[in-house]
């Protein structure tokens, strides 16, 4: 199990750190604080942002949010509908932490 674990690991934190510079160079990347960050901004920030931006700030997402509640899989199918349960709770309460509302929300 923890091979797997191990591998899944690997193979996401390559894909991270390989499309990361480039990432970087397209636009000058901002730390993001998401225990700060407000709903309000957060959709602004994702209208403006390009897919491939979303879908890196939504798997660190789904990561936190498996590391707080201790589930390992990354289950696919759950992630668009992750996506848009945080977009409608976050358009619901504009002034809520984005966490607050993902971990509301859930992953699964």
């Known amino acids: 199990m923890r091979s797997v674990i ?3 690991l ?13 990432l970087a160079k397209q636009q ?5 604080d998401f225990g700060a960050i407000a709903c309000e901004e957060f959709i602004k920030e994702v209208a403006t942002s390009d ?6 700030v ?4 789904d990561g936190y949010l498996s590391g707080v509640s201790g589930d390992t899989r990354l289950n696919w199918s759950n992630m668009e509908g992750f996506s848009t349960r945080l977009m409608n709770g976050c358009a619901k309460k504009p002034k809520a932490k984005v966490l ?8 699964n």
């Open 6 to 8: 191990r591998r899944v």
């Open 10 to 22: 690997a193979a996401g934190l390559l894909v991270l750190f390989t499309s990361l510079p480039a």
């Open 28 to 32: 000058k990347a901002n730390n993001i």
């Open 51 to 56: 897919e491939d931006s979303i879908a890196i």
């Open 58 to 61: 939504f798997m660190w997402l």
């Open 100 to 107: 607050d509302v993902a971990k509301a929300v859930g992953i």
